[in-house]
């Protein structure tokens, strides 16, 4: 006699920046034990993996979606809605204080209080008078190129990937103009200034955040945090 299977209930949520609908469930206790591994080995690129193909695995729309093109922001708020309906909408977390390097604090996060905070990116940079670029947001396919300890060629690489276009007086260069080598090039010409203002568009994105406080336990220090991203909120 076979076992009974159980429907998933299905939810939905409007992402922050693309504004598309996703449709999804919660994750199942053999998707869990997947992501629960991941986290007990803290390999940054392991955990970050694990939380997208679970993403890949709950979403019913994935296709309509175009999860691998979505911005990154969209990606941590779905993550989130989806952690909410599967595991509650807490989670225990053990936060640093600078009284010294090992100190510790349990803390519980309130999951409901992420919010997006709004940027101030503009994602068309002008670099000389005649010439700039337009920018998209990193997204899976970027992101996935480089780990927590970024090095010098993966953040090319990741920028690279999000220039959307490039513009000369006139002439605008599509991404079907230019191939990765001709983009990396175009990016060595830039002086320091230049390059910079590529760099601050990173910094401006609208990025999801969580506000708490705690007192250190160590030290009794009350102390005020912003998280950022999924790995702040499942240290």
Known sequence: MALPKLEAVRYTTELPISKKTADYRPFLVKEQKVLLSALEGEESSTIQNSMFDLIK???????????????????????????IKSAGETADLQLGCDCHEEARTPVTVD???CTVQEGTADTTIALTDTVGVNLSFPNLLSIQTAGDDINTNEMFNM????????????????RDDFDKKEVLEFMESLNTEQFGQIQKFFEDMPRLVNNISYE??????????????ISDFFE
């Open 57 to 83: 695995t709950c979403v019913y729309n994935e296709n309509e979606l175009k999860l691998d093109y979505l911005p990154m922001t969209d990606i941590e708020w779905l993550f989130i809605q989806i952690r």
């Open 111 to 113: 999951l409901r209080n």
């Open 159 to 174: 920028i690279a990937s999000c220039i959307e276009s490039i513009y000369d007086g006139d002439e605008v260069h599509t």
């Open 216 to 229: 250190c336990s160590e030290c009794g220090k009350q102390i005020e945090r912003e998280l950022q991203g």
